[in-house]
């Protein structure tokens, strides 16, 4: 298996609450990614980092930000909590941009 | 947004009787298709990623094909196992873009 943790694997937040969601990878790709995923949707990509402290915005990127200083971690920010952000994050790496992606184990956060 | 389609969104499959599933998306700018199988409380992993008109790819009893003319992709499962059992996911990438669009699966449970 790909070296990708995220952490806290499990979080129960209040709304307006400030959350930071971390993915750590021990496989040096240059890639890695932010998904949440939705019961009857796909998943859908928030952010996505293509080098240390270089991101761009994903699909659904409103109310998230991401910080990228070390190429191992890969941090996803929700500023101000929303019932709406009350999702799985799943994180994802790859070592090309065209390479198939690993994934972390997932977060699941739940905004009450 | 481009959609990607998947079909059926669920099927039952008798242990033993093969099965395959489509992947739907544009026909233009096509630059590649992907395949994961998700199984349950686990994170996606990669199957195939395709990018060829006419690609056939092939893992053991699973296998793909891509017609990017008409924008469609098969996956393939030969004498199914209650081990296939999980979520297959197809995710579409245009040329100029980073970002994977995936589609919202089909779930596959085999039946002993």
Same mark, same amino acid.
């Given at each position: 298996?790909?070296?990708? #943790? +995220? $952490?806290?694997?499990?979080?129960? #937040?209040?709304?307006? #609450?400030?959350?930071? &969601?971390?993915? *750590? +990878? #021990?496989?040096? *790709?240059?890639?890695?990614?932010?998904?949440? +995923?939705?019961?009857? *949707?796909? &998943?859908? &990509?928030?952010?996505?980092?293509?080098?240390?402290?270089?991101?761009?915005?994903?699909?659904? $990127?409103?109310?998230?930000?991401? $910080?990228?200083?070390?190429?191992?971690?890969? =941090? &996803?920010? =929700?500023?101000?909590?929303?019932?709406? +952000?009350?999702?799985?994050?799943?994180?994802?790496?790859?070592?090309?941009?065209?390479?198939?992606?690993?994934?972390?184990?997932?977060?699941? =956060?739940?905004?009450? | 947004?481009?959609?990607?389609? %998947?079909?059926? %969104?669920?099927?039952?499959? %008798?242990? /033993?009787?093969?099965?395959?599933?489509?992947?739907?998306?544009?026909?233009? !700018?096509?630059?590649?298709?992907?395949?994961?199988?998700?199984?349950?409380?686990?994170?996606?992993?990669? @199957?195939?990623?395709?990018?060829?008109?006419?690609?056939?790819?092939?893992?053991?009893?699973?296998?793909?094909?891509? !017609?990017?003319?008409?924008?469609?992709?098969?996956?393939?499962?030969?004498?199914?196992?209650?081990?296939?059992?999980?979520?297959?996911?197809?995710?579409?990438?245009?040329?100029?873009?980073? %970002?994977?669009?995936?589609?919202? /699966?089909?779930? @596959?449970?085999?039946?002993?």
């Amino acid at each position: 298996d790909a070296g990708i #943790t +995220q $952490s806290p694997r499990h979080k129960v #937040t209040e709304t307006g #609450t400030p959350v930071t &969601l971390r993915c *750590h +990878q #021990t496989e040096n *790709h240059r890639y890695m990614y932010w998904y949440r +995923q939705d019961p009857g *949707h796909g &998943l859908r &990509l928030i952010h996505y980092s293509y080098g240390v402290k270089d991101t761009d915005k994903g699909e659904v $990127s409103d109310g998230y930000s991401v $910080s990228r200083s070390k190429t191992e971690d890969f =941090l &996803l920010t =929700l500023e101000s909590a929303t019932s709406s +952000q009350t999702s799985v994050y799943f994180c994802a790496i790859s070592e090309s941009r065209d390479g198939e992606q690993y994934f972390g184990p997932g977060t699941r =956060l739940t905004v009450t | 947004i481009l959609n990607v389609e %998947q079909s059926p %969104q669920s099927l039952h499959v %008798q242990e /033993g009787d093969s099965t395959n599933f489509t992947c739907s998306f544009p026909s233009s !700018n096509f630059y590649a298709l992907h395949w994961y199988r998700w199984e349950t409380a686990k994170s996606p992993e990669a @199957l195939f990623v395709m990018t060829l008109n006419g690609d056939e790819k092939k893992k053991g009893r699973i296998s793909a094909t891509l !017609n990017t003319k008409e924008g469609y992709s098969y996956l393939y499962i030969k004498g199914s196992q209650p081990e296939d059992s999980a979520t297959y996911l197809c995710a579409f990438r245009r040329d100029s873009n980073y %970002q994977l669009i995936w589609g919202a /699966g089909t779930k @596959l449970i085999i039946k002993p």
